[in-house]
Every structure is written in structure tokens, then in C-alpha cells.
């Protein structure tokens, strides 16, 4: 769209148009990187020659006349009086001037906020919902309408909020991206993959501030025990904080508060869930959604498969504020709101079965059962004072450091081969522990620090006279 010039008229008797009062002017200054004025809706950045050209046209005098000249004064005061933190785009905030955390930050651009509709039918979304996410009685989709609902209405408003990760698990081509493309446009049109700061490749995270909705998949993921910890910790940080600290390369850091989703989209096979952080941590089960996903039956029938992929887009994005005026009247179940949140956390059983028998955490335990290990070496002898001839044999559950597991773990020959693939990082035995006395505190058991360290008790399974 083009933009045209808002030149004032010329006065007879200057010869030039009245110059405006600086403080009125909708152009401010980056420290260090220039200047941006404002045009309509949006802003454009310009050298301080383009700058002084274009306060030639607004009637500033390039003729010296005091000490410095009515176009360099106004350069000046712009340079002092308007200078801003941050210059782009924001997640969830219009395009003008904001004051966050006691600094000027100038917007640059507006999410594409869509209107509900109730008169708009939306036949096609609501299909591909029903049978993408609807199987077995629905239970999924109280908790998917109201963490849009949520989402939504908040960006809507203006005022921002946080909100559960949303992890789409299921089948490969049954349109966990198209649902990823979907939210996209119902929270503002704006994407960002922060999977590489999330796990620590980068420590510039600029790009993300102008995106609502921060998606990737599980082809660019890792399912690195030490990426997937520090993902979680990165998980907690996008929806329990408020305000984030922007860094772009060459850039003072500055903290804004962004609208942001992070949105993942997960094959159900072992190895695509694994990238997820481990869901055992107790400060992490309430701030991550996973939804079980189905191919839905529309894609494989002629309505749909005689239409090219933009056609079918077209009729998603008509339907659009249909679906948004059902979200503004959808009343999320008492039993599931949640005040913070908009609605409770909710994980898909099937799927977290799954995740739990083929986690490293879980492995470790299988190792230390099948070498029982969980008896500390030697045996323990009981004599009893009132039959000194009656002695009875009771093992002892072994306890010690995540290292001294390690090291009996390398030692039996049953379990050495397994323990040096899985144990592959220096922290990973004690990170495993942990989980396991957070997931099984009958089986592991975490001591008191002794000299700094941390100590762990094994018991043995709950059937012991099977293990003997």
C-alpha cells in the first residue's frame, strides 16, 4: 500500500510551511541506530540526512539564524526528548508508543486481531476439530476451546497473559500443523520458531518479540536429556513470567513484555515425545498441554482432495471469525478453570503412559532391577539376644551419591554396556535419580545432603520374594 507525504500548506510569508512543535511529531530516535517516523500504521526507519529532508517538508529552516539552525534544533531535541529503547514490533501490543518497565518502547507493528462473527458458519473447522480431537467423549476439547478461548480473548483485549505450552501428539499427515497454522492466524498472524534459544543454540532472541504464536516441530527438536531439561526450564520461564529480557545481536538487552504461545506439533512415536521436557517435574506437569491427535476422515474425502492446499486454506481462514464468535461464548467447565491460566493443564493418558516407560529415568530403574542393585553388597546378620543359635540373613537397601550408583552400574556385567549409553553426560545418573524420587518415591528415595552431596536410598520392588 502506498504512503504519501502529509505536507502542510506554504506560507506567503516565510515561504515555507509552519514548523510543528517537535514534542507533537510521531518520530522518535533509537539510541545508536537512527531514526524512525511514524507513517499512517506503521513506521520507517531514515539516516539523519533522510531525517533532515524530511523535516524540510514540515516547515524546519535550514538557515542559520541563531546558533544553530531550526532543522538541527529539532534533530536535537528528537535525538534527547524522544529517544526510545526498543524499536519493532511486540507480541500482543499496537503499533505507538509504550512505557514498559520504565522505558519508552516504540511498537512498529499491530497483530491482526480477527473480529467474531456469529453469523458466519464454520462447518470445515468444526469438523476437523470434532475428529481430530474429539475422540473418546470429547475430554480433550473443553481444555483445547478454553486455552484458545483464553488466548484469544486476552490478545483481544490488549492485555497480556500467559498460557500452557499446547503439544499436538499424534499420527504423521493428520494435521497437527495445519491446527499450528490455524492458531496462528486466530492470535495475530505472527510466527517465530524459538527452539534454538530455548535449548541454548543462541543467546539473541530479538526475532521472537514480534510473534504471537512460537511453534516448531519435532524435526527440528532434540531429545538430549540435558536439551530437554533446560527446554523445561525455558517452558516455565515463557508462561510463568510476565516480562522477558530481548537480546539482539549488537542490541542493548532491554525487558518487554510479550503475548506469547508455544506451540509444538509431536509424531506419537516414542522418539518424537522424547523431545518433550520430562513432564514428571512437579513444577512443569501445570504448564504444559498434550493433546492426543487423529487423521481426520475430511482429509481423505473428494470435498477436500479435489481442492488445492490454498483453496482449503481460503475456506479455514473464511470460517475464521465463525469459530471466534463460538470461543467468546464457550463456557470453559467449572471444574477445569483456572484463574491465572484460563483453564487446568490437562495431558493425554495414552500418551503419558508412553513417555513414562521409555524415559532415560525409567530405564535407569529397569537396569538397577535387573542387576538388584538395590541391595546394598554383602549381607546383614541378625542375632537375636533371646536364641543366640537363631541367625537370620536381612539384606539392607543400598544408599549413596548418583556416583558411586554409576560406578556399580559399570562394575556388573549385566548392566555395563547399557549404563555407558545411557549415563553418556557427567550430570545424567543424578538428574535421573532425581526424577525417579520424584515419579517413585516407594523406589528411590532422596537423603539428606552429606558433605555437599546429594544421596539417594533404593528399595526394592513392592513384590520382593519375586526379586530374591
Known sequence: MSQTANIPPISTATNMPPPPNVADLDIYYENGKGFVVGRGSDYVSLTISDLKIHLRT??????RTLPISALDRAVHDIQFNKCVAYVGPLAGKKAGLHTICGRQILVTGTP??????????WPLIDELVQEMLGGEGGSQLPYFFGWLKHAYSTLAAGTPSQGQALALAGPRDCGKSLWQQIIRELLGGREANPYAYMTGRTDFNRDLFGAEVLSFGDEVASTDYRNRVKFGG????????TTQRCHGKGR????????WRVIMSLNDEVASLEVLPPLSQDSLIDKVMLLKTRRPALFDKSDWRSRSRAENWARIIGELPGFIAFLEQYQ????IRETR????AFQHPDLMVVIGAESPERRLLELIDSGKLYWAP???????????CERITEREPWSGTAAQLEARLQDTDSTRYSANKLLYYQTACGQYLSALARQYPHRVKQLPLRD??????????NSITEQQ
Open 58 to 63: 514540515l516547515g524546519f529552516s535550514g538557515a
Open 112 to 121: 491482526a486481531v480477527i473480529t467474531p462473527d456469529p453469523a458466519r458458519a
Open 234 to 241: 525455558m517452558i516455565k520461564q515463557f508462561v510463568v513470567n
Open 252 to 259: 542493548e538487552a532491554v525487558v518487554l513484555d510479550p503475548f
Open 332 to 335: 470453559v467447565p467449572h471444574d
Open 341 to 344: 491460566l484460563g483453564v487446568k
Open 378 to 388: 554383602g549381607d546383614k546378620t541378625i542375632v537375636y539376644p533371646n536364641d543366640e
Open 452 to 461: 555437599g552431596l546429594n544421596r539417594y536410598q533404593l528399595m526394592p520392588p
